[in-house]
């Protein structure tokens, strides 16, 4: 077993009973397979069309989630005891949730230095946070006012499911290989702090 920090030993007590499901996910998210990315996109475009078709409140919207989320979080971890077999449970796939956890706490290393990084320019920088801020507040309001915010969110949405895949399969490095450069040198300077 590897050598975990105690952010990854973390996620990995907060995922313990989902193990299973987080390794299906994280395979289908990686595109272990080339049909993958076409059940990420069909699934979320399901899920965007019964939400059009419905076209609940926002209110009925988040009570209805809300919902949903509690009875996972009931259910889950006893359906999964049921559906899985605790001896299934291989050294590989242990591999699997260790660099699932080590994902996890990279991104969120990631997203956490973007901001401080982005907080700390209002005190060194204060013009240039001004101009970023102003400008990507403007830029928001003008696709809001050309473009649904639900088909906003679709678009976001979407680009988070397949940023994984992305990655994995070297598609970002060839294609955008500057700013992957640029987020991982971000990632190993916020480590070594």
């Keep these: 077993m590897a050598s975990l920090s105690p952010d990854q030993a973390g996620v990995k007590s907060c995922l313990e009973s989902w193990r ?5 996910m994280d395979s289908v998210l990686a595109w272990e ?5 076409a059940v990420t996109a069909g699934s979320l475009t399901m899920f965007y069309l019964i939400l059009f078709w419905l076209s609940p409140s926002m209110l009925t919207l988040l009570s209805t989630l809300g919902l949903l989320i509690t009875m996972l979080d009931y ?8 559906l899985f077999s ?3 449970w291989t050294g590989e796939k242990e591999r699997k949730l260790d660099n699932v956890c080590k994902s996890v706490v990279s991104t969120s290393l990631l ?3 973007c901001y401080t990084s982005f ?6 920088s204060p013009m240039t946070h001004f101009s970023l801020t102003t400008c990507s507040l403007l830029v928001l309001a003008y696709l809001g006012s050309l473009v649904s915010g639900v088909f906003l969110s679709y678009l976001s949405l979407m680009v988070v499911l397949m940023l994984p895949g992305l990655y994995r399969r070297g598609l970002l490095a060839r294609y955008c290989s500057s700013m992957v450069f ?6 190993k300077g916020k480590k070594l702090q």
């Design 20 to 24: 299973e499901v987080v390794i299906i």
């Design 33 to 37: 397979k080339d049909w993958y990315p």
């Design 75 to 82: 259910l889950g971890p006893k359906l999964m005891d049921k």
């Design 86 to 88: 605790p001896a299934q």
């Design 111 to 113: 997203v956490s230095t």
């Design 119 to 124: 907080s700390g320019m209002k005190t060194t």
């Design 182 to 187: 640029k987020l991982e040198e971000m990632v």
